[in-house]
């Protein structure tokens, strides 16, 4: 499978514009940060590959290791540390797997530390494709149970919510089951909700990517109007043209550690470089 990184500036990124601001006192604290999953039901047995395996082979053996009763530990993250001040836009670079959205949901505090710690001072929101809505649910349900998440009282709630369903342009279906929503509409209430606060810290992880065209450019003018707000932000993103639009500075994970942290063009050049060359082997 390949990569999905792209090398070209698509037009629509260019809605975005680098915020000059001024940059402040530390706001994240990550210092070696250690982040494993435990996953139940494996044997943890590795599953070393065999002469003439097909990929569909290989692939069911693997999941054949899945099918015992034991716990398999996943290392996501493995000894980070950095520190983001205030004023801050950092892209999240790395290929799949590498531990972004791992090291995102860290920061939110959706995971704990195996080892080393993490510091934020203010609320991070983290908005993105993870937010927790439930299936069984009414939309309308779920808008009281995220905007509670997100610190909101039961009143603010009520206040926001014609806006929310407004902006998620869902109608008469958020009194229906968010079973009964395509995809592209779960996308854009959990976009919705998600937004109805402005966080100190926010995180994105690969949001821009739901909904249609209309959507993408209406929720990324709503991300513009958060980030001039916004104390700090990270973004996570496969699209090397939105991290250079959006951030000052990048953070590139590698197998759970950072493998290159500096000025967002020096480390979206030494990403892609690797990246094509990556592709070249494959
Ligand atoms: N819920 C989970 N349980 C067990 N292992 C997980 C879980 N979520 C992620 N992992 C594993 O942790 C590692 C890091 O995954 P993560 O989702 O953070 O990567 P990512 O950089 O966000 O990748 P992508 O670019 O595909 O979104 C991977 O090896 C992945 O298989
Ligand atoms: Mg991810």
Not at 81 to 86: A, E, L, Y
Not at 272 to 277: D, H, I, L, Y
Request: proline share 2%.
């Amino acid at each position: 499978m390949s990569e999905e990184v792209d090398f070209e500036i698509d037009s629509d990124d260019l809605l975005f514009r680098q915020i000059n601001r001024e940059i402040g006192d530390p706001s994240v604290i990550v210092e070696d940060l250690h982040v494993t999953y435990h996953v139940i039901g494996s044997t943890g047995k590795r599953v070393k590959p065999q002469a003439g395996d097909t990929r569909l082979k290989r692939l069911l053996r693997r999941g054949a290791k899945h099918s015992g009763a034991g716990v398999a530990e996943v290392k996501a993250i493995r000894g980070v540390s950095f520190m983001v001040r205030h004023g801050e836009s950092v892209g999240i670079l790395g290929s799949n797997g590498s531990g972004k959205s791992t090291m995102l949901r860290a920061l939110a505090g959706l995971l704990p530390a195996e080892r080393g710690s993490v510091y934020v001072s203010g609320k991070p929101s983290l908005l993105g494709v993870n937010a927790a809505l439930m299936k069984d649910m009414t939309g309308e349900r779920n808008i009281m149970i995220g905007g509670l998440a997100l610190g909101l009282t039961v009143d603010e709630v009520h206040e926001r919510f014609d806006d929310i369903v407004a902006f998620a342009e869902i109608g008469d279906f958020v009194y229906l089951p968010m079973k009964t929503y395509s995809s592209g509409m779960a996308a854009r209430l959990r976009f919705a909700i998600s937004t109805a606060v402005t966080p100190e810290i926010l995180m994105i992880d690969e949001a821009l990517a739901t909904g249609d065209a209309a959507f993408r450019q209406k929720s990324q003018i709503r991300i513009n109007e958060i980030r001039e707000q916004a104390g700090t932000i990270f973004l996570v993103s496969h699209s090397l043209a939105t991290v250079r639009a959006m951030c000052s500075r990048a953070i590139w994970l590698d197998k759970g550690k950072v493998r290159m942290d500096g000025p967002v063009d020096e480390v979206a050049d030494a990403y892609r470089e690797f990246s094509r060359r990556t592709v070249k082997r494959r």
